[in-house]
């Protein structure tokens, strides 16, 4: 079932052969880990990068070490979240049910429209949402374990230490929303001494181990790396309005319905009465998802910043519910051929936008960055007009930072969150490097001047406006962004007027 799970999601994720833009965004930062030997600080054109934690970095970057910069490699970090997702789930079903339905919980997760796209989507929210689910899954073990007084300490420990991928994973999620669920499902289930069971001194040291030291050593190089880190990064994106996709309360509920059917249509055997109130640890477990689901649910309901994404740690529990509950109505031919016909349907609204992905290429730059590798010469600095392309870093191989022209005094840039409060968030951390790399509209003709060739990336309306030179020369353009070269300016009048 493993081998299942693994080729299912690296043979999918191996067939979408472009990125979209926020997967080249976290794919470069991974690629300038590698390629400056820094795997402490992560990067985005050389500037600390501190909107998430290392993990996606570390595994992406090993992988890339390992198969070059290519697609899958970008995408590793987000399989393995999904292997930390469906294999603790499968291995949990089996040993607290049965077999058989933890086999249907595999499938029916793995053809989960919004769990097989995030499967093999570059970016954090696969991974940390494995990384919750295990977790959960880890500390309701240990839990029944001490229940029915068997050995539970290993597994306990485990769990603390997952909690602490998840924090390196996208930070305190990682643990809050397991210490949520689990803990109200002990409340619910009247288990204090369990509760108190699971609070473990060892566990925290592992915890603080795990956890405590990147973080203890992005501070002493960046005084006020933890502020930025927690306060803006965390409780205000939280609580404040303005970032990324302000949606209503009710859009997660939304997307789980219509991302679900018609899987969710099994789902009214849930609805029985009893249900959750099962007896022994069916009943428990039952309480378990149900919990994990609406916890899930109601906390990343409330922010009004709503990316699909951030709900996928509800999908395994959601699948599992669904899973579940088809099996509690007689089991009949007829039955059958709709359940298959339910996994079948699954597979292949997931794959269309895969495979809509793959063959749209209006967001993707890797054609002019792969042009730009081709005739790039080692020492001629590129220069990005008023825009940052995530994607050409990687694919153009670049060694160095681009030197990105804006007009980077607008007070504006702090009440957007798009590519321009990145790069200037980053530019706070190292000020000295950003004055080199983030030039000013009245700055950059010097800059070219000073360069011994050198290749501009931007549209045709930034060029006009920011005064490309008349030796400029368009080598590829396609879908409004081009590539221009710039020979050597040294000794001429023109470009450095």
Known sequence: MLALCLAWLAATAWMRPLMLPDEGRYAAVAWEMLRSGDWLTPTLDGLPFFHKPP????????????????????????IVGAVLAAWPLYLFTRRWCDAAL??????????????????????????????????????????????????????????????????????LI????PAMIVGLWLLLRGRWRTLLALLSLPGLALFLAVAGPWFWAMQQRFGDFLHYFFVVQHFQRFAAGGFNNAQPFWFYPVVLVLCSLPALLWLRGALARGYLAAPGVQGSVRLLMALA???????????????????????????WLMADASLQAEETPARRRRWWLTLACGAVLGLAPVIGLSVDQRHSTRDLALVLRAQHHSGEP??????????????????????????????????????????????????PLARHLLLRPQAWRQALCRAGGAWVIGTEQSAQQLGLPAQARAVYAARGVTLWHVPDGKGQQAPCS
């Open 55 to 78: 993990l996606f970095y570390w595994i992406t970057g090993a992988a890339l070490a390992l198969a070059g910069p290519v697609e899958l490699a970008a995408r590793a970090a987000s």
């Open 102 to 171: 933890a086999r249907r919980v595999l499938l029916l997760l793995l053809v989960q429209p919004l769990f097989f796209v995030g499967a093999q989507f570059a970016n954090l929210d696969m991974l940390v949402a494995g990384c919750i689910t295990a977790t959960v899954l880890a500390l309701a073990h240990a839990a029944l374990c001490f229940e029915q007084g068997l050995a539970h300490r290993r597994t306990l420990m485990l769990a603390y230490g997952l909690a602490a991928l998840g924090v390196l994973a996208k930070g």
């Open 174 to 177: 990682g643990f809050v929303l």
């Open 293 to 319: 689901l609406g916890s899930v649910l109601l906390f990343f309901s409330l922010p009004q910043s709503k990316l699909i994404g951030y709900i996928l740690p509800a999908v395994p529990a959601l699948a």
């Open 382 to 431: 590129v220069f990005m007009l008023r825009g940052y392309w995530y994607d050409v870093p990687f694919y153009a191989r670049l060694r160095e930072p681009v030197l990105v022209v804006g007009d980077w005094n607008d007070a504006a840039i702090a009440q957007h969150d798009n590519w321009r409060k990145e790069v200037a968030d980053a530019a706070a951390f190292d000020p």
